[in-house]
């Protein structure tokens, strides 16, 4: 694939609004908002007007990576926590539901910071670079980048987050003390997503620099492309690949909360639902997917089992507009 222009921090605001965007607008995803079906109040104007907010927040990210690379700004200080909250506020306040992008403002935020510093340092963006600046800023991260984290996902108003166990080592994110405690125990955003990424998709796929993203989706993606060239066929077909690869934790969340309040026990719980969602997946993906007739007709047929057990596989929709970011930063222009 040919290489696309990255100029500058306006450029990766656009990259992260535009994944935003194209995850959502492309269908059928099955159990997800797409142009063809919302989520209850979270109707897909509203994950459009969230696609958009979030904009911003990751254009300081990539103005604090470039910071960074120029020496001006240390590695802990760009804010990684600061910048999510932000994203995850401005989204909220600018539609009427509660805010649609939390899980991918996790990512895009620390991806964004690390376009920034690649470009910085002169870099070719690439996955090998955008991945390894990633790792190195959430490793800087700071206990205060924790406490933001916390207020980002309080603001997200989830119903699906449940209650921690006392025993997991990180404070319950309603918990009224939880700031004090994370500070208390010099807990850094990077402690707390190790902590969170035995039972959480997207703190794995950030403790593990973006594996699945780059090495699943964004690879389906660059093969669908070269393929037949028609991005909304892509889109799907690397959501699918990115399912079949991981159980949703998300999903799995959701089923497991009805057996029980407690994280991460409910994930457990939900694992056997995640699994048959994933090899479903894995069995419309052999039947091509969205590129055939008959992956087609699988795709509603288990979007319509999902909707059903109102279940939608929320994790690896914010992984495939992960995909999409590193895949419009290196060399996609739909």
Request: glycine share 10%.
């Amino acid at each position: 694939m040919a290489r696309a222009s990255v100029e500058g921090p306006d450029d990766v605001m656009i990259a992260a609004q535009l994944a935003a965007a194209l995850e959502l607008s492309s269908f059928p995803k099955p159990g997800n908002v797409h142009r063809r079906a919302d989520l209850g109040p979270k109707t897909f104007e509203r994950f459009l007007a969230g696609s958009i907010a979030i904009g911003p927040a990751c254009r300081k990210a990539a103005e604090r990576g470039l910071a960074v690379a120029e020496g001006s700004l240390g590695p802990s200080e760009v804010g990684l926590g600061s910048l999510i909250e932000e994203a995850v506020r401005k989204d909220g306040s600018w539609q009427k539901a509660d805010p649609t992008h939390t899980g991918f403002a996790m990512l895009a935020i620390p991806l964004s910071a690390s376009a920034g510093l690649a470009l910085g340092k002169g870099l070719e963006l690439g996955p090998r670079a955008l991945r390894s600046g990633l790792l190195e800023l959430l490793r800087s991260s700071t206990v205060k980048d924790a406490r933001a984290l916390y207020r980002a996902l309080r603001a997200s108003c989830s119903t699906k987050l449940g209650t921690l166990r006392p025993d997991v080592g990180i404070p319950d994110v309603f918990d009224p003390r939880a700031g004090e405690v994370l500070a208390e125990r010099g807990l850094r955003l990077w402690d707390v997503l190790e902590k969170c990424s035995s039972w959480d998709l997207v703190a794995r796929e950030l403790c593990r620099g973006l594996e699945l993203s780059s090495e699943v989706g964004l690879r389906r993606l660059e093969e669908e492309m070269r393929q037949h060239g028609h991005l909304n066929t892509a889109v799907v077909n690397a959501y699918l690949a990115l399912l079949a690869e991981a159980e949703d934790t998300h999903l799995a969340r959701a089923w497991g909360l009805r057996k029980t309040p407690l994280i991460p026990d409910a994930i457990w719980e939900g694992l056997e639902m995640a699994r048959k969602v994933s090899e479903e997946a894995g069995r419309i993906l052999e039947l091509g997917g969205a590129r055939t007739p008959e992956g087609l007709r699988a795709l509603w047929e288990m979007d319509k089992w999902l909707r059903s057990e109102g279940l939608n596989p929320g994790s690896c929709a914010d992984l495939t507009a992960c995909s999409l970011m590193m895949a419009l930063l290196t060399w996609l222009r739909p």
